[in-house]
């Protein structure tokens, strides 16, 4: 008989996601929230020359009509506005070191690959086979809050394909979902352990280059720490091979073989990793479905702020997340009668 404990998303009143336990008192689902002691460090205020750069992207976005794909262009949709927050700006900025015009190219080409992609329309449904053994975990979240996104290429169950990418690119969606309100980085915590029916887990150069390429591009900014342990000389050989590849900023914050309760608290670090107390277990049946309410959950609480702040493109996340009260001013002569019924405001 499962234990299961009420927790209460960042954000919101309302209970989310029950925190399952088995018999043994060990976890079999996401974390909601962060410890009360992890907190995200502040932030440096925008100079004057940032912010004039930022108020000329997003001048220049607003005036964006359509989408230039030659696949899949037209007209932009309310999830994309809504996706080009203040922040997304800004990290576009900071990706091209203050380049306004490289910062405006960039977006567009995301926006474009986000529908060539179909980014949007993937499922849990098609996803949820790549995952079966837990080879992907979003568990519990580091000092800084930073969510903890596990990869465990020893559980690896599936052949090479199309969908192995696709998987990453949908849980980088869902680990976003997760992220409270002034934190916008995950942590990346990589156990290389050999599963038991493959040693060599490892990708293969070809898609290793293809998920850098994807995660360079289209989520800049996003990482906020990588801790791997567990690396056999295979792995190891692999990371010199794709290091010229990886961002030289991106290199500094990979950690190898450290002791990780520096950076996660123990009780929020799975047990599977040094140090850590978290007692978990992946069990598909039970952890998928409550990965994907838990987030779902919090998709539908951003959009209903971005509905009621007035559909802003340039939206503050955390006015969505529920830390600021208000947004960015709305548009001359929005009400709420504009918003949809059970918007909140």
């Known amino acids: 008989m499962s234990t299961p404990s009420t927790t209460v998303a960042a954000g919101s009143a309302e209970p989310s996601v029950l925190e399952e336990k088995n018999e043994a008192g060990i976890l079999r689902t996401p974390l909601s929230a962060p410890t009360p002691s992890s907190a995200v460090p502040e932030k440096p205020a925008l100079t004057a020359d940032q912010t004039t750069k930022y108020d000329w992207l997003l001048s220049r976005v607003k005036e964006w009509k359509e989408i230039p794909s030659k696949e899949k262009g037209g007209p932009l949709k309310d ?60 568990l519990g979240y580091d000092k800084h809050c930073r969510p903890c996104h596990y990869l465990n290429p020893g559980r690896q169950n599936t052949e090479v394909s199309p969908r192995q990418v696709q998987h990453l690119v949908f849980m980088l969606e869902r680990v976003i979902d997760l992220m409270p309100a002034q934190q916008e ?48 000389w295979v792995v190891n050989g692999f990371f010199k091979l794709i290091t010229p590849f990886i961002d030289p900023l991106t290199r500094e914050k990979l950690k190898f073989n450290d002791d990780m309760t520096q950076y ?40 209903q702020r971005w509905e009621a702040g007035g559909k802003q493109i340039g939206e503050k996340e955390d006015y969505l997340k529920g830390h600021d009260p208000q947004g960015v001013s709305p548009p001359p002569g929005y009400t709420t009668d504009n918003t949809q019924d059970g918007a909140a405001a």
Request: proline fraction near 5%.
């Open 79 to 138: 999830s994309e506005k809504m996706w080009l927050t203040r922040e997304c700006l800004l990290r576009y900025l900071r990706a091209t070191k203050w380049h306004e015009k490289e910062a405006e190219k960039r977006l567009q080409e995301t926006l474009a690959w986000r529908r060539e992609y179909g980014v949007e329309e993937l499922t849990a449904e098609h996803i949820g086979p790549e995952n079966a053994t837990g080879k992907q975990v979003l």
């Open 264 to 303: 996660v608290p123990k009780e929020q670090l799975w047990s599977e990793f040094p140090g850590g107390e978290l007692q978990f277990e992946y069990n598909h049946d039970i952890y998928w479905p409550a990965l994907q309410r838990l987030c779902a959950e919090k998709r539908a609480e951003q959009v």
């Open 185 to 232: 980085t995950l942590s990346l915590l990589i156990n290389f352990k050999s599963g038991k029916s493959r040693t060599n887990t490892a990708p293969g150069i070809g898609q290793g280059r293809e998920v850098l390429h994807i995660l360079q591009t289209h989520y800049p900014e996003r990482l906020g720490r990588a801790m791997i342990i567990n690396i056999p």
